[in-house]
């Protein structure tokens, strides 16, 4: 038989506690290169946190990680970035004062030059669908147009594995759809792995092929959306909210 390929990323028995409180309770998880994944669990389940461990913005406790066939422990977010490993926060990080343009060309200018570079921004434009909005200074753009920016800007370095944190918290069904059928389109054109926290089902379900639930730090169970909504457990920590 031949062997399981190498997961893009595993943390092993990854553990993380806050004073007398263990947020993240000896979590081994893995991802596979290209696949799409979600991260659930009511709130405080720990999902940021697990999110912040990989990133290398926490230091864990006890545990370790692995990443495309290398342990990461102990590299600082910058160097995982650059191993490929590509973080969108929930908290905005995008230039304010800058257009839209320049924006992805500070971001893809770490990747290209040139006219690659000129090329990577139209691109990447057309993609995020920005196009209209090139020239638009940042702080002016719509809540959703700025999460289509910092997902553009995140994947500005071709990752191999892109986290994201709540990518559309406070967005409109529709503007939601939109970043659905983006992220999916993304994944199979380019094969980046997606490893999102979302509390909204319905993206959840339009995004996931395979979903992960968080439950006081540790992994409750994993599998596809249908039938890990229907499992009792699930829907007992969710104590009757549609999951
Ligand atoms: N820096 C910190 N110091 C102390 N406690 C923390 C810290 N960060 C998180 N916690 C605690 O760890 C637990 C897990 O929090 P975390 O933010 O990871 O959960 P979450 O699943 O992302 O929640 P939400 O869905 O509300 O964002 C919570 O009880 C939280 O209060």
């Known amino acids: 038989m031949a062997?399981?390929?190498?997961?893009?990323?595993?943390?092993?028995?990854?553990?993380?506690?806050?004073?007398?409180?263990?947020?993240?309770?000896?979590?081994?998880?893995?991802?596979?290169?290209?696949?799409?994944?979600?991260?659930?669990?009511?709130?405080?389940?720990?999902?940021?946190?697990?999110?912040?461990?990989?990133?290398?913005?926490?230091?864990?406790?006890?545990?370790s990680i692995r990443f495309a066939g290398e342990a990461i422990d102990g590299l600082s977010p910058h160097e995982r970035i650059d191993r490929g490993l590509s973080v969108k926060f929930q908290v905005p990080s995008v230039y304010g004062e800058f257009s839209t343009r320049e924006n992805l060309r500070l971001a893809l200018q770490r990747r290209v030059s040139g006219e690659e570079l000129e090329d990577a921004i139209v691109d990447s434009l057309s993609r995020f669908d920005l196009a209209d909005e090139e020239y638009v200074e940042a702080n002016a753009l719509s809540h959703g147009q700025k999460q289509r920016l910092e997902i553009a800007m995140a994947s500005a370095l071709d990752p191999a594995l892109l986290l994201l944190d709540e990518p559309v918290a406070g967005l409109s069904v529709e503007e939601?759809?939109?970043?659905?059928?983006?992220?999916?389109?993304?994944?199979?054109?380019?094969?980046?792995?997606?490893?999102?926290?979302?509390?909204?089902?319905?993206?959840?379900?339009?995004?996931?092929?395979r979903v992960t639930v968080l439950h006081q730090g540790s992994i409750l169970i994993e599998g596809e959306m249908e039938n890990v909504a229907d499992d009792p457990a699930v829907r007992n920590v969710y104590l009757g909210e549609e999951v």
Do not use: W, Y
């Open 3 to 63: 062997a399981e390929p190498e997961p893009l990323l595993a943390t092993d028995a990854l553990r993380k506690e806050f004073g007398g409180l263990t947020a993240t309770d000896d979590v081994s998880l893995t991802v596979s290169p290209g696949e799409r994944r979600c991260l659930i669990g009511p709130n405080g389940a720990g999902k940021s946190t697990l999110l912040s461990l990989i990133t290398g913005q926490l230091d864990p406790n006890a545990g």
């Open 176 to 209: 939601t759809q939109r970043i659905a059928d983006l992220l999916i389109d993304l994944n199979e054109s380019v094969g980046v792995a997606l490893l999102v926290i979302e509390h909204d089902m319905k993206f959840v379900r339009a995004l996931a092929e």
